[in-house]
Nanobody
Framework: QVQLVESGGGLVQAGGSLRLSCAAS??????YCWFRQAPGKEREFVAA????????YYADSVKGRFTISRDYAKTTLYLQMNSLKPEDTAVYYC????????????????WGQGSQVTVSS
């Protein structure tokens, strides 16, 4: 089991930047992902990374604006968010799964507590 603790998030104007962090402990190998959920909407995939290889995968809506990365020594996952838009407003969750990258939330067994990101226009 992997334990995930998120930090970061907050309020930013459109066009601004924020960075989310997710500290992992336990069996930290395999795959990590960021999802987000806006009010009244379903949870959606944002980005995923393979812990060992560093391979990444992004939703089309954030490609070119968001960057997922990990610090192997600190066992921490990051999501750098640039050129933020009001439609990026959501609660962001980091998640972990055993096995290959996936955009399917039900495949992830461990979740962070969630971080609110609000982008004002």
């Amino acid at each position: 089991q992997v334990q995930l603790v998120e930090s970061g998030g907050g309020l930013v104007q459109a066009g601004g930047s924020l960075r989310l962090s997710c500290a992992a402990s336990g069996r930290t190998f395999s795959s990590y992902c960021w999802f987000r959920q806006a009010p009244g909407k379903e949870r959606e995939f944002v980005a995923a990374i393979s812990w060992s290889a560093g391979s990444t995968y992004y939703a089309d809506s954030v490609k070119g604006r968001f960057t997922i990365s990990r610090d192997y020594a600190k066992t921490t996952l990051y999501l750098q968010m640039n050129s933020l838009k009001p439609e990026d407003t959501a609660v962001y969750y980091c998640a972990h799964k055993i096995g290959s990258l996936s955009a399917i939330s039900t495949e992830y067994g461990s979740w962070g507590q969630g971080s609110q990101v609000t982008v004002s226009s």
